[in-house]
């Protein structure tokens, strides 16, 4: 018996990435306010065009949102693939985004808004774009929050970093839903 728990801990391990899938909670005694994200390059729940993916330019598509309101102090996006094979996968994460922004432009306005990028479940600190493996429709979560404070990590720290430093900051949220096939 104690073999059998030992192998499935094992394989359970295997496939954890260290993205969280658990999405951060509100700031102490507030209410979330819902924002609408949207995108020029793409309609919620429409395929996301081949230059903002990994078969083409694998840049980050303009995203605008709502304004927040006026307790957020910082906007952090993440962008994630809850199809993933293994579970949820991170492919950008950006934080410390300008309060007053109301849009990130395509290729992620080059810093224009502020913001700092964290390490994606690629290991790299900057977007990637949807790749999926050949055969099955994909979506792709590209979340933006408002937060009432700055976040205090640094361009290394990953996906579980900075959903424990926003849990209980958040004042608003929004999403916008896009798919990608090979």
Known sequence: MKKRFVIAALVGVAGCRDASTTAPGPANGAVVASIAVSS????????????????????????????????????????????????????????????????????????????????????????????????????????VYGLDAMMPLKPTDKRSALDRAMNTHVVAQGELTGTYEH
Request: proline letters at 10%; one cysteine or more.
């Open 40 to 143: 020029a390059a793409f309609a919620a729940g429409s395929p996301i065009p081949k230059d903002y993916t990994c078969d083409g330019a694998d840049q980050s598509p303009e995203l605008s949102w709502t304004a927040m309101p006026d307790t957020a102090k910082s906007i952090a996006i993440v962008v994630d693939d809850p199809d993933a094979p293994n579970g949820t996968f991170t492919h950008w994460l950006l934080w410390n985004v300008k309060p007053g922004s109301r849009m990130l432009g395509a290729g992620g306005n080059a810093g224009l808004g502020g913001g700092v990028s964290g390490t994606n479940d690629f290991d790299r600190a900057a977007y990637r774009g949807p790749c999926p493996p050949k055969g099955n429709v994909h979506h792709y979560r590209f979340r």
